[in-house]
RNA sequence: GGCGGCGUAGCCAAGUGGUAAGGCAGUGGACUGCAAAUCCACCAUGCAUCGGUUCAAAUCCGAUCGCCGCCUCCA
């Protein structure tokens, strides 16, 4: 498999350091409020990064930690603490704060399929092994203290900038302003932060009370779950510079080690062309999406475009994958529900079809996670497989369609098609009386009262077809 | 200003040298009492513009125009 690696600025062959042992990092969220729809594009990928290096049977570490701490408001330096800020505003304690949304941040990927990542780690609960790598960093002369502040010295790391493309001479001197005495260079930046007494994020360290900064825990963690090299380091493309540059400053300052092998980054969420963000006002909640879009269409969504392509935000665009995903279901359903265990021997026909997509699927796949182009090939297997089941319908390649679907769009790209059957079978006998009197309705001639009917039923969101033999059905619109 | 990216049909979106995937919308047809679903057919002589290299360019090179991201928190 081939992945785009921003390091090195091209893509290049995937190989863990120690197959099959994979170890991926991924930046996780600040929880001080819901997540938005950036959040769902940024997972859902590095999601199906994860599903497709397990399909590839290799043996995955997912860590995506929590920041619960160390993120300030409008700069790195200056300013406010983001979980404080917020549970000033709902009189709640930090903690509750980040509880609370945490527990958001999971239900909406719950929700959109992602898979938990193996140990979210929460900066927090990691302020020991973050005092630890800052020692090791002052050791080695990559830090120094000044009056209860630790900072990391650029220029003492020659490799800062190499993954931004940054020449450290061309970094506007005095660009981040800084309010905080005694800092040797404008660039450097804080590892460590003497917290004030209205402070309440706070802990004991060797430089006195205070608080880690934000670009540190990443660090820590990551080494703590996976080690001194990570396989993969994932996150958002704007957080390349300052945050993914400071974290090989801090890691490679300390281990002497190259820190990640590979950088991923994912392109943004943009609205009417510009980036869905905090800071615009422009972004919209997962939560409030989901009132009007099934969470498996933002998945298929977020899907149709590469993860390193914007993806602009629409109605259009979410009616448009409502739709497509609604052909999937459709084909999914005509195949039933109970893959069987048993090998099953399709047809010539059928074989050859799943061949090909199986092909074209791992091809794209293998080109740096080309969700796209695999999707045209599911899309290709459902017109083709309609094709060849409306000309001759067996059991055996239903069973056979079913598995590679099953395999390709549910356990692969994480679209579940199989969780929400709509067919009357659910809806209980009260459905089943409707359905034989629709019956009796249409063999009679009676088409009026038949139209009726259906007329009814739209107005409660649902709707009749009928179907092949005189029976029909009434599903959800 | 520095660094990086993008511009493909009505909309979305793959494609990085060999003659334009796929989805949505639309049109015609089959099927249907009518629909829905499904299938078949059609739907970009052209990929921002202009020039160049090549037997061959959406793909490489140059210029121009337009848009975006990072350089301060943001997935």
Redesign the pocket.
């Known amino acids: 498999m081939k992945l785009y690696n921003s390091l090195t600025?091209q893509k290049e062959e995937f190989e863990p350091l120690s197959p099959p042992f994979v170890g991926v990092y991924?930046?996780?969220?600040?929880v001080y409020?819901h997540?938005?729809?950036?959040?769902g594009?940024?997972?859902v990928s590095f999601d199906v990064l994860i599903r497709y290096l397990r399909h590839l049977e290799y043996n995955v570490r997912y860590i995506q930690n929590i920041?619960d701490v160390g993120?300030?408001?409008?700069?790195?330096?200056a300013?406010e603490d983001?979980i404080e800020k917020q549970a000033r505003l709902e009189k709640m304690e930090p903690m509750q704060i980040s509880e609370k949304y945490t527990k958001s941040y999971f239900d909406d990927m719950d929700a959109l399929g992602i898979l938990r990542p193996d140990v979210s780690p929460r900066a927090s609960g990691h302020i020991p092994e973050q005092i630890e790598l800052i020692k090791v960093l002052i050791e080695k002369g990559h830090a120094y203290e000044v009056n209860g502040y630790v900072y990391f010295s650029v220029s003492s790391f020659p490799g800062y900038g190499k993954l931004?493309?940054?020449?450290l001479d061309?970094?506007?001197a005095g660009?981040?302003?800084s309010i905080d005495q005694g800092k040797r260079d404008p660039k450097d930046?804080a590892l460590w932060k003497k917290a004030g007494d209205d402070h309440i994020l706070k802990w004991n360290s060797p430089w006195g009370w205070g608080y880690p900064g934000?670009h540190l825990e990443c660090s820590a963690m990551s080494m703590r779950y996976i080690g001194e090299t990570l396989d993969i380091h994932?996150?958002?493309?704007?957080?390349?510079?300052?945050?993914h540059e400071s974290e090989i400053a801090q890691s490679e300052g300390a281990t002497g080690k190259q820190f990640a092998r590979f950088w991923l980054h994912?392109?943004?969420?943009?609205v009417d062309?510009?980036?869905?963000?905090?800071?615009?006002g422009n972004?919209t909640l997962l939560r409030d999406i989901f009132e009007k879009y099934h969470p498996m269409v933002v998945r298929l969504?977020i899907l149709?475009?590469?993860y390193?392509?914007?993806?602009?935000f629409?109605d259009?665009?979410l009616?448009?994958?409502k739709?497509?995903l609604?052909?999937l279901l459709?084909?999914r359903l005509?195949l039933g529900h109970k893959p069987s265990e048993d090998t099953v021997v399709p047809s010539a026909v059928i074989t050859a079809l799943i061949e090909s997509a199986r092909a074209a699927f791992h091809e794209?796949m293998n080109?740096?996670l080309?969700t796209?182009?695999a999707?045209?090939?599911?899309?290709?297997l459902?017109?083709?497989?309609?094709?060849a089941?409306?000309n001759n319908d067996t059991p055996q390649d239903r069973v056979a369609l079913a598995a590679v679907l099953d395999e390709l769009a549910g356990e692969i790209l994480g679209l579940d098609l199989t969780g929400s059957d709509s067919s009357s079978a659910d809806i209980g006998e009260l459905c089943e009386v409707l359905v034989e009197t629709?019956g009796v309705?249409?063999k009679n001639?009676l088409?009026?009262a038949?139209?009726h009917m259906?007329e009814k039923l739209e107005t409660i969101g649902y709707?009749?077809?009928?179907?092949?033999g005189g029976k029909?059905e009434i599903i959800k619109k």
């Open positions: 600025r991924v930046c996780g969220p600040t409020s997540s938005h729809l950036g959040h594009k940024s997972y920041t993120h300030l408001t409008d700069n790195a330096d300013g983001k931004s493309g940054r020449k061309e970094l506007v660009a981040r302003v930046f934000w994932g996150g958002g493309l704007e957080n390349i510079f300052p945050h994912n392109n943004m969420v943009t062309g510009q980036k869905m963000g905090k800071s615009l972004f969504y149709r475009s590469h390193r392509s914007p993806l602009d629409s259009m665009g009616d448009s994958a739709s497509g609604g052909r459709a084909f005509r794209s080109d740096d080309n796209p182009a999707l045209a090939s599911i899309f290709e459902v017109r083709a497989g309609n094709s089941l409306d629709r309705l249409r001639k088409f009026k038949a139209d259906r709707t009749a077809r009928d179907l092949p029909s």
